[in-house]
């Protein structure tokens, strides 16, 4: 395992089984809110941290209670995802409300943009269609959404 990065995040899942995923700027993948974890930081306060960085949102305290422990899974070839699960009620989340802190250089100019730039709850009959490759194998072959449905709070 040595050598490999992991990256944190969360599979947050609405009332309807929809997965909430976040526009890579610039790119044409969607993908769930992750990231690397800070030196002495452990995986959920990672994960955690980074969805609120990369979408605003912050947990209740009565949600972060039933945060579920995913995990960590193989990614790509030099990543590991360890994943945390949470389902969040209707009017809970306002996707028009989302907005990122995480800013990046662009490649061409250095121009500093932010890493995610959109928003969408996407049904798993439909995560392949928006998903990275890596992220879409994942919850076809490991992870399995509607599974995870049936099993969260």
Known sequence: MTG????CGVVMLN?????LLCHATETTHWDVPKGQADPGEN??????RELVEETGIVLSPERL??????????YRRDKDLHL???????????????VC??????YSDGTMIPEMDAYRWVSPADVDRF????????FQTTLSLAELNETLD
Do not use: I, M, N
């Not at 490999?4 to 990256?7: C, E, H, I, K, M």
């Not at 995986?43 to 955690?48: E, G, I, T, V, Y």
């Not at 209670?65 to 193989?74: C, N, P, Q, S, T």
């Not at 802190?101 to 662009?106: A, G, I, L, N």
């Open 84 to 98: 945390f699960a949470v389902r969040v009620t209707d009017g809970e989340v306002d996707l028009a409300k989302c």
């Open 131 to 138: 998903a990275s490759r890596s992220l879409a194998r994942l």
């Open 43 to 48: 995986p959920r306060d990672a994960a955690l």
């Open 15 to 19: 009332a309807q089984g929809d997965v």
């Open 65 to 74: 209670e039933h945060l579920k422990d995913l995990g960590r899974f193989v």
């Open 4 to 7: 490999r990065t992991v990256s």
């Open 101 to 106: 802190e995480s800013y990046f250089p662009r």
